[in-house]
Nanobody, 119 residues
Framework: QVQLVESGGGSVQAGGSLRLSCAASGRIFGQYDVGWFRQAPGKVRDLVAAVRWSGTSTYYADSVKGRFSISKDNAKNTVYLQMNSLKPEDTAVYYC????????????WGQGTQVTVSS
């Protein structure tokens, strides 16, 4: 049974930073790619950042390149998303995910955490 629990969301002004954390239970870090999706009101859920199960490569959506950074700590079974230079358009519910199947779906999901960026 895989469980993903996010934390670290909140409200911040434009230009600020937040770090999201996702604690995983179950043996996923050595098996699955993990990452973060987001969904804004009225929009589809899509992939923001991901890291290979081996840790050898990462993916970033064009909209966040240079501002967001994904990392994972296998010993702690935790994946992080450091978000810098936040913009109002980054406002969304952010979901931790494992076993990423495409830029729009994954096999396992967290419950989501709200990030709100005000101008």
């Amino acid at each position: 049974q895989v469980q993903l629990v996010e934390s670290g969301g909140g409200s911040v002004q434009a230009g600020g930073s937040l770090r999201l954390s996702c604690a995983a239970s179950g043996r996923i870090f050595g098996q699955y790619d993990v990452g973060w999706f987001r969904q804004a009101p009225g929009k589809v859920r899509d992939l923001v950042a991901a890291v290979r199960w081996s840790g050898t490569s990462t993916y970033y959506a064009d909209s966040v390149k240079g501002r967001f950074s994904i990392s994972k700590d296998n010993a702690k079974n935790t994946v992080y998303l450091q978000m810098n230079s936040l913009k109002p358009e980054d406002t969304a519910v952010y979901y931790c995910a494992a076993n990423i199947l495409s830029t729009m779906t994954a096999g396992y999901w967290g419950q989501g955490t709200q990030v709100t960026v005000s101008s």
